[in-house]
């Protein structure tokens, strides 16, 4: 039984720990798609600042966070339904 609990908190910390990290890079590259497309097209400056980095580390994590636990509870509950 505590077995079973460990792996459910290890399922828990995975799923909040990549999907934080992975919602993070894909605001960062998507902001950097965003500069280069408005630099290459309209010939403004390649431009990213550092708390804009940073806005989009903290967003990231916390849709990161809320996407993981979200799913972690779907996951769990429809596990707990059909055991």
């Known amino acids: 039984m505590k077995y079973l609990k460990i792996r459910w908190l290890i399922l828990l910390i995975y799923l ?4 934080s990290l992975g919602m ?3 605001f960062i ?5 965003i500069e280069f497309f408005f630099s290459v097209f309209y010939g403004l ?10 806005k989009y580390i903290k ?10 636990v979200g799913g972690w509870y779907i996951y769990y509950r429809n596990y707990k339904k059909y055991k």
Do not use: K
């Open 16 to 19: 909040i720990l990549f999907l």
């Open 45 to 54: 400056n390649f431009n990213i600042s550092n708390i804009d980095v940073l």
């Open 29 to 33: 590259l998507f902001s950097m798609f």
């Open 59 to 68: 967003i990231g994590f916390m849709g990161g966070g809320l996407g993981g």
């Open 24 to 26: 993070s890079l894909c």
